[in-house]
C-alpha cells in the first residue's frame, strides 16, 4: 500500500479539524454569519425561501380607489402611489419569485376570505380559495374574518362540499375546499377543549423542515359577530406558540415560523419604510411588538396580519437576538420575500447578529404579464355574478373615500351613518334618533371611475356591497345620554385608546374632539350635541347601528347595555336604498362636507 501523500494527510487533517469545530459550533450557530457556514448548494446550509401575504379579504380583482395602491416613499422625502393588487399579478409575482428557488414556501397570516367584493363574497369564497390553491399556498393561519360566517363555514372552507343553504354555484361542480391547511393553534371547542383545525404544520423537501404555527389574535371575539364564534375559545397569543414551538422542539423540528393574524402601526404608511431606524423595531409599534418581545427564542421569524400595513421589522426575541417579524399591507397589494438559512447540521435557522433573517417587501405591480388561470378564474366567477354585481343602485359626482380615507370622520362614513338613520328613524323601525358606524366596517370607497361597462360615476351593486360585505342586521336601542357620551368616550379610552376606532356619526349628532388631551377625556362631555342642543345624560336617545357593533364590538361596551331592541334590514339594504333614494343620473351624490367632529390637535 502506497503511503498517503503529505499534502493528502494535511487537507484530511484540516478536513477532520474543520469537523470537530463545526460541531462545537453547533450551539453557536445561532450567531453565526450565515456566509460562514454555507459550503455550497449541497454544503451545510441552505437558502429556504419564505414569501408571504396577508389579509387578501377575497380581492381576485385589482382593488378599485385608494384601496388598489400602495404608498411608496421617494429619495427627495416625498411619497408615490403605486397601483398594486389582483390575483391575477399576485399569482404572477409569486412565481416569478419563485424561480430558481429549490426550497421555497408560500405562507399566509390570515384573513384570506371575508369581508370579500362580491364576484368571491356572493358564492361565500369559493373562487378565493381556489384561487390559493392554484398558486400553491403551503399554509395559513386562520383570521379574525374566517370566522365571519361561523365554525361550519370555516371547516367548509378547509374539507370542501356544497354551501348547506344555497348548494353548488356551478353545474355539476362539488367545492373541493383548500389544499392547504388553515392553521388555528390558538382556537378550541369551549366545551370539549379539541382544536377545530390544526394547530401546525411541518413543511418538507429534501431533508429540510420547517415548522409552521398558525393562529389568529386572542381578541378575535371583540371584532367578529357573537354568532361566528359561539362555542369557540381564543387562547392567548404568546402561550399558544410557545407551547406549540416546545412540542416542534420534541419532535425534531428546530427550525419554525409563525403565522399570526396580528399585527402592528409603522411610523410611516410607505411600504419601503424602515421601521428598524433608529434602531431594531423603533419604527412601529402595536399589539405585535409586545408578542414579538415574549415569544420564545425557538421561533425564527413571524409572518403577521390585520392592521393591513407593510413592514419588515426586526424585534429582539427575550434572549436579545435579532428576529424578523413581517406584514405585507392587505387585499394583495404586497408580498414578502424572506430568506431563512437552514443549517442542516443544527436543523435549526441561522440568526446573526445583524437584521436577520433577511426580509423585503415588494409591490404587486399591475405593469406586469397577468397570469393567465388567475383571468379565467375571474371571467367565469363574474360571469355568474354579473346578473346581480351590475346592476346600478346609484350614481356619484367624484369619489367618496371610506376605506381610503385617513381623517377620523370619513365622507362614506357619514353616508353610511345617514342611510342607516334614515331607514330606522321611523317609528315603525325603530325611531332612531343617531346612528354610529364602526370605521373598520367601511370595507372600501366609492370610486367615480368605472370598474366595468357600467360608466363613471354609477355605483353598481357589486361595489355597493364590496363597502358593506357584512350583512349585518341592523339594531335599534335605546340608551341613555350618559352612554351615548360613554360610547363616543370610548373610541379613545380603554382597549381602544393605544388606537382609537372614531365612529361615523348620523347628521345632526356633533362633538369635539381634542387630541392635546388623554383618554376619555379627549371627548368633552358638554360637546356632545344632537341638533344644536346638548346631550343630557339622564334623557334616553333612540341609537341605531349594525349587530356587531351595538353587540359592544370593536371595544363600545356601552351600546351592549342599551334597552328594548328592534331589528331591522341589514346594512348593505339600508345602504343600497339610500344611494337609490338620493341620487339619479341627473343629480349624483356628491361627496358630503364632513363635518360633524371637531377635531382640535
Not at 353 to 364: L, Q, Y
Not at 559 to 571: H, L
Request: with cysteine; aromatic share 6%.
Amino acid at each position: 500500500m502506497h503511503a498517503t501523500p503529505p499534502r493528502k494527510r494535511l487537507a484530511r487533517r484540516l478536513t477532520a479539524t474543520a469537523a470537530a469545530l463545526a460541531a462545537t459550533a453547533g450551539v453557536l450557530a445561532t450567531a453565526a454569519p450565515a456566509d460562514a457556514l454555507s459550503y455550497g448548494r449541497t454544503g451545510r446550509t441552505v437558502d429556504v425561501q419564505l414569501l408571504s401575504f396577508n389579509d387578501l379579504h377575497g380581492n381576485l380583482e385589482p382593488p378599485q380607489g385608494s384601496s388598489g395602491t400602495v404608498t411608496e416613499a421617494q429619495p427627495d422625502g416625498t411619497t408615490k402611489a403605486i397601483p398594486a393588487g389582483g390575483i391575477e399579478y399576485l399569482a404572477n409575482s409569486l412565481r416569478s419569485a419563485r424561480k430558481g428557488h429549490e426550497y421555497s414556501i408560500t405562507a399566509a397570516a390570515g384573513d384570506m376570505v371575508g369581508a370579500s367584493p362580491l364576484m368571491t363574497g356572493l358564492f361565500h369564497d369559493e373562487p378565493t380559495i381556489e384561487a390559493l390553491n392554484r398558486i400553491k399556498l403551503d399554509a395559513t393561519s386562520v383570521g379574525n374574518h374566517e370566522f365571519d360566517e361561523g365554525r361550519a363555514e370555516l371547516l367548509r372552507m378547509q374539507k370542501g362540499g356544497c354551501h348547506p343553504k344555497e348548494g353548488c354555484f356551478e353545474k355539476g361542480k362539488t367545492f373541493k375546499g383548500a389544499d392547504f391547511p388553515y392553521l388555528a393553534a390558538n382556537v378550541t371547542d369551549e366545551k370539549s377543549g379539541k382544536q377545530i383545525l390544526k394547530p401546525y404544520t411541518v413543511w418538507k423537501h429534501k431533508g429540510v423542515k420547517i415548522g409552521i404555527i398558525g393562529l389568529t389574535l386572542e381578541g378575535t371575539p371583540d371584532v367578529v359577530t357573537a354568532e361566528g364564534v359561539k362555542g369557540l375559545k381564543f387562547a392567548d397569543e404568546v402561550e399558544t406558540i410557545n407551547k406549540y414551538a416546545k412540542e416542534l422542539d420534541r419532535q425534531g423540528v428546530k427550525s419554525i415560523v409563525t403565522l399570526i393574524h396580528e399585527g402592528g402601526m409603522p411610523a410611516s404608511g410607505a411600504y419601503n419604510y424602515d421601521c428598524d431606524t433608529p434602531g431594531a423595531g423603533a419604527g412601529i409599534s402595536g399589539a405585535i411588538v409586545d408578542i414579538a418581545k415574549k415569544v420564545t427564542p425557538k421561533v425564527d421569524a413571524l409572518v403577521t396580519g390585520h392592521t393591513h400595513q407593510a413592514y419588515a421589522c426586526t424585534i429582539p426575541d427575550p434572549s436579545g437576538a435579532p428576529r424578523t417579524v413581517t406584514s405585507a399591507a392587505s387585499f394583495g397589494r404586497v408580498f414578502t420575500d424572506t430568506t431563512l438559512t437552514y443549517d442542516r447540521r443544527t436543523k435549526d435557522i441561522v440568526r446573526t447578529t445583524v437584521k436577520s433573517p433577511s426580509a423585503k417587501n415588494h409591490v404587486v405591480n399591475r405593469e406586469q404579464p397577468k397570469a393567465a388561470d388567475m383571468t379565467k378564474l375571474i371571467d367565469r366567477w363574474k360571469t355568474l355574478a354579473a346578473p346581480v354585481a351590475n346592476k346600478p343602485v346609484g350614481y356619484i359626482t367624484a369619489d367618496i373615500n371610506g376605506r381610503g380615507s385617513e381623517a377620523y370622520e370619513k365622507p362614506l362614513g357619514d353616508v353610511i351613518a345617514d342611510a342607516q338613520l334614515e331607514a330606522l328613524s321611523p317609528a315603525d323601525k325603530g325611531g332612531a334618533q343617531i346612528a354610529f358606524m364602526n370605521p373598520g366596517g367601511i370595507r372600501s370607497d366609492l370610486a367615480f371611475k368605472a370598474s366595468g361597462g357600467e360608466g363613471d360615476g354609477v355605483v353598481t351593486y357589486g361595489e355597493a356591497f364590496t363597502v358593506q360585505p357584512f350583512t349585518n342586521m341592523m339594531q335599534t336601542k335605546t340608551l341613555t345620554g350618559a352612554q351615548v357620551i360613554a360610547a363616543l368616550q370610548q373610541q379613545v379610552s380603554g382597549p381602544n385608546e393605544a388606537q382609537p376606532k372614531i365612529l361615523q356619526i348620523s347628521k345632526g349628532l356633533t362633538y369635539t374632539l381634542d387630541l392635546t388631551k388623554k383618554g376619555a377625556d379627549r371627548v368633552p362631555a358638554a360637546s356632545v350635541k344632537l341638533n344644536g342642543t346638548a346631550v343630557d345624560p339622564a334623557k334616553s336617545y333612540r341609537v341605531a347601528g349594525n349587530e356587531f357593533l351595538m353587540g359592544g364590538g370593536d371595544g363600545f361596551p356601552a351600546f351592549k347595555e342599551g334597552t328594548d331592541k328592534r331589528v331591522g334590514a341589514s346594512d348593505l339594504d339600508v345602504f343600497n336604498a339610500y344611494l337609490t333614494a338620493h341620487s339619479s343620473k341627473g343629480a349624483p351624490l356628491a361627496p358630503p362636507a364632513a363635518d360633524r367632529i371637531t377635531v382640535v390637535k
